[in-house]
């Protein structure tokens, strides 16, 4: 059974960076499709960013790109989402999602779902 578990998430200023990390166990992560998303109160979760087993592809969510990154790091089981230039609208619990597919992307149909961790930016 795989486990995933968000932390890193905090309260921040609008123009501040955030990393937060999601730790996999139960199966090598560089076994699974990765995904961030978010879900802001009163509104659907959507998709954020998601990075392939080996990191060789990646996607993001119009809203966030050019200001978030996904990386990974399989040697420590580890996925990040690096945020810079946060905004208020940003504001939401973000969740790390796993797959094992190669590549599912936006794709809500992952297999895994972590607890998530919220992030709030104050305009």
């Known amino acids: 059974q795989v486990q995933l578990v968000e932390s890193g998430g905090g309260l921040v200023q609008a123009g501040d960076s955030l990393r937060i990390s999601c730790a996999v166990s139960?199966?090598?992560?560089?076994?699974?499709?990765m995904g961030w998303f978010r879900q802001a109160p009163g509104k659907e979760r959507e998709f954020v960013a998601a990075?392939?087993?080996?990191?060789?592809?990646?996607q993001y969510a119009d809203s966030v790109k050019g200001r978030f990154t996904v990386s990974r790091d399989n040697a420590k089981n580890t996925v990040y989402l690096q945020m810079s230039n946060l905004e208020h609208e940003d504001t939401a619990v973000y969740y790390c999602?796993?797959?094992?597919?190669?590549?599912?992307?936006?794709?809500?149909?992952?297999?895994?779902w972590g607890q998530g961790t919220q992030v709030t930016v104050s305009s």
């Open positions: 990075i392939s087993q080996t990191g060789s592809m990646k």
């Open positions: 139960g199966r090598p992560s560089s076994r699974l499709a």
């Open positions: 999602a796993a797959s094992v597919a190669v590549w599912i992307g936006e794709r809500s149909s992952y297999d895994y």
